[in-house]
């Protein structure tokens, strides 16, 4: 029973991480050839000079004090002098859902760093971002994460990295759940850590 507890909690702390990777290759947005790069400059209104990097993204937004579960959100990053664009392809049109300026962010999640094949996460005042950069194949898209990451992080940014700076930790409460057996009339219950999503950057002054 331990053991599936703490599966239970492990999941739910990492849910989107685990989403994020493995449904990528489900979204084929178009982004790569000459009218699909003309289309993402008329939607979202960027010039072409500044378009810097542009591939498949899908990412979790985690509000402090949520329990650390996400909807995994499928779409198109953008990144721009003027902010990395989060934009949703809806209809056949890009639309901007989001917009992430370095000067929002206030730390850094990454576990094996800057060039690692992985998702990483952007901490601001109000949430925790994960951003899952992909190739069309769903792949981790390792040069334009690079790009996105670096644009993210400016100079003397606190990146926390290996089991440093995790951003859902428990509460001290605990939930019961349960349900039946699958296939059968038995009943099955356990009781859960409560976790919630936190802020853990370093204090800063606004």
Request: glycine share 10%.
């Amino acid at each position: 029973m331990n053991t599936f507890k703490s599966s239970i909690q492990n999941v739910a702390a990492a849910i989107g991480l685990i989403a994020a990777v493995t449904v990528g290759g489900c979204v084929m947005i178009p982004y790569d050839t000459p009218e699909s790069k003309a289309q993402i400059q008329h939607d979202l209104k960027i010039a072409p000079s500044d378009i810097q990097a542009v591939s498949e993204t899908n990412w979790c937004l985690f509000p402090y004090g949520s329990d650390g579960s996400c909807r995994v959100t499928q779409g198109l990053g953008v990144l721009t002098s003027k902010g990395l664009i989060l934009s949703l392809y809806k209809n056949h049109t890009y639309v901007e859902t989001a917009r992430i300026l370095p000067e929002q962010v206030q730390c850094v999640k990454t576990d094996g760093g800057r060039t690692a094949l992985e998702p990483f996460s952007v901490l601001t005042k109000d949430q925790a971002i994960m951003l899952a950069v992909i190739t069309p194949g769903g792949r981790l898209n390792g040069p334009v994460k690079v790009s996105f990451f670096d644009y993210l992080t400016k100079p003397g940014q606190h990146v926390f990295t290996g089991a440093d700076g995790r951003y859902v930790r428990k509460t001290g409460r605990h939930q019961t759940v349960g349900g039946m057996v699958s296939g059968t009339a038995i009943p099955w219950s356990t009781t859960l850590d409560v976790t919630e999503v936190y802020n853990p950057c370093p204090q800063v002054t606004d």
